[in-house]
């Protein structure tokens, strides 16, 4: 039986290095190339006519879509799509589509997979297609669509040593509008200022110091280092700033134990990170936070400078994804916009 030659069409590395994981483990499957753009998508996809394209989450729910998948018909070619990062699955394992065919999901076990594109390959072409094409299961998007789908959700990070430069990589990557951002960054007395001055020489959105009452609003990133004062979410109907003087606390001040503790009222909204860093500050915080229903990452140990903060956080079982360094923005930003919460 010949192999199945696969394209796979998606915006996110993330999506494409989860899913070009799996694939490459099944048998009988050959991967012809992977497309990040729609016009790359047509020119692959005309040039090399293969038997199936596995599409990414934002072109699954683009504009482009429809033209996409009028191409993939009039060269025979079936498709799947990817999950969301949040999908829910059925009974089965399997989260379905439009056309009641089943979509792979990030974490899907091997024989999962096999059967999804199983039963895709076996579908005929003329398939009946819902308006809304894709489930409500599967809607997610990419950094790159952030500014169209705005939700309350917010960012809360923790960092260390090494923290600065993974800072500087992750907000890089975030869009001027992105969501609400707090930050603790260990430094030393004196450094608040000139780091804030870095990273906002590499944010599109505004980095600010944090200031006792402020609002934290989108296209906001503030960020508490070297200070005397813990940075906390403070009470309320809207999420502020709240600068506590004391003791310190996981023995740091900012301590970022302080800061996502302070979250766990508003854990459902949050999408927390623990970065690089020296010790245990933020792994009990970070804990918290999951069990009461936030979103929880962890840096992984290879492209951590100090694998210690998010060591510590594994180990208690407070970190939900770990995850490289470059994988981290763009699985944050998809995770603050699968959807509004409460």
Known sequence: MSATRIVLVAKSPLSRSLILRLLTALPGVEILGEATTFAEATSMIKAMRPDLAVLGPSFATSGDARHLRDLLGTVRCRWIEIAGLHADAGADGLVRDGRHLPVL??????????????????????????EDITSKNCRAVGPEQSQAEPTNRFILIGASTGGVDALLQILGDF?????????????????????????????????????????????????????????????GSALRCQLHQGMPVSGHMPSVDALFTSAVPWAGRAVAVILTGMGSDGAKGLLDLRRAGATTIGQDETTSLVYGMPKAAWNLGAVESRLALSDIASAVLNACHVGSLK
């Not at 969501?179 to 430094?187: F, G, L, S």
């Not at 804030?196 to 990133?221: H, S, T």
Request: proline share 6%; hydrophobic share 45%.
């Open 175 to 235: 869009p001027a509008d992105c969501p609400p951002t707090a930050i603790v960054q260990h430094t030393g007395r004196g450094y608040s200022g000139s780091l804030i001055q870095l990273l906002a020489q590499r944010c599109r959105a505004k980095v600010v110091a944090p200031r006792d009452g402020m609002e934290l609003r989108r296209g906001m990133v503030t960020v508490a280092a070297g200070g005397e004062a813990h940075l906390r979410i403070a009470a």
């Open 105 to 130: 999901l990030h974490g899907m076990t091997q024989t999962q997979a096999e059967n999804a594109l199983s039963e895709v390959m076996a579908a005929p072409f003329d398939w009946t297609i819902s």
